[in-house]
């Protein structure tokens, strides 16, 4: 088991960067695939990005190739999202999560733990 903590986020403008963290109160990340997910205001949680146990592979929603980039530091437990050129469509919270065994790191379905969010706020 592991226990999710996310941090970082804030109001940045447009074109503007932010790091988030992710870092596992209790448990080991380096047992485990990472994701990002996002939920703005009134919409469904989506697919950020997502980074396999031994880094060897990453994934990103459309949205976000080439501004957003999922790397992991298991000597510190933590997972981190860079992400520059913001949008005010970047707008949400973002949700860190632990995927044990699935195969589809892309899918919500495959998270076993998650934090509890940090928002994040583009202002155009």
């Known amino acids: 088991q592991v226990q999710l903590v996310e941090s970082g986020g804030g109001l940045v403008q447009a074109g503007g960067s932010l790091r988030l963290s992710c870092a596992a109160s209790s448990g080991t990340v380096s047992r485990y695939a990472m994701g990002w997910f996002r939920q703005a205001s009134g919409k469904e949680r989506e697919f950020v990005a997502a980074?396999?146990?031994?880094?060897?592979?990453?994934s990103y929603t459309d949205a976000g190739k080439g501004r957003f980039t999922i790397s992991r530091d298991n000597a510190k437990n933590t997972v981190y999202l860079q992400m520059n050129s913001l949008k005010p469509e970047d707008t949400a919270v973002y949700y860190c999560?632990?995927?044990?065994?699935?195969?589809?790191?892309?899918?919500?379905?495959?998270?076993?733990?998650w934090g509890q969010g940090t928002q994040v706020t583009v202002s155009s």
């Open positions: 999560a632990a995927a044990a065994y699935g195969s589809d790191i892309t899918l919500q379905s495959s998270y076993d733990y």
């Open positions: 980074i396999r146990r031994t880094a060897s592979f990453t």
